[in-house]
């Protein structure tokens, strides 16, 4: 079992940045494809980013050039540097590991 942590989220002007962090525990040597999902309200759970165990990454359209998924293997963390937010950034963000592990969320909200 692998579990996930989260912590950066809060409130922030448009224009802004945040960096989301995602620290791991359990059975750490088994993560290799870390991902940041988000959910606004009334809308589906959609992928932003992802990250393989090498460094290989993905975004989605929405954010690519905004944002910016990392991770320290040695802290067994994932961070999302979001810069530039606009209010549709505005949703929960959620951590997951494997694709079957999921952090608790942790909220953004981009408003003036």
């Known amino acids: 079992q692998v579990q996930l942590v989260e912590s950066g989220g809060g409130l922030v002007q448009p224009g802004g940045s945040l960096r989301l962090s995602c620290a791991a525990s359990?059975?750490?040597?088994?993560?290799?494809?870390m991902r940041w999902y988000r959910q606004a309200p009334g809308k589906q759970r959609e992928l932003v980013a992802s990250?393989?165990?090498?460094?290989?990454?993905n975004y989605a359209d929405s954010v690519k050039g905004r944002f910016t998924i990392s991770r320290d293997n040695a802290k067994n963390t994932m961070y999302l540097q979001m810069n530039n937010l606009k209010p549709e950034d505005t949703a929960v963000y959620y951590c997951?590991?494997?694709?079957?592990?999921w952090g608790q969320g942790t909220q953004v909200t981009v408003s003036s």
């Open positions: 990250i393989t165990q090498l460094g290989s990454t």
């Open positions: 997951n590991v494997n694709a079957d592990t």
């Open positions: 359990g059975r750490v040597f088994s993560i290799y494809t």
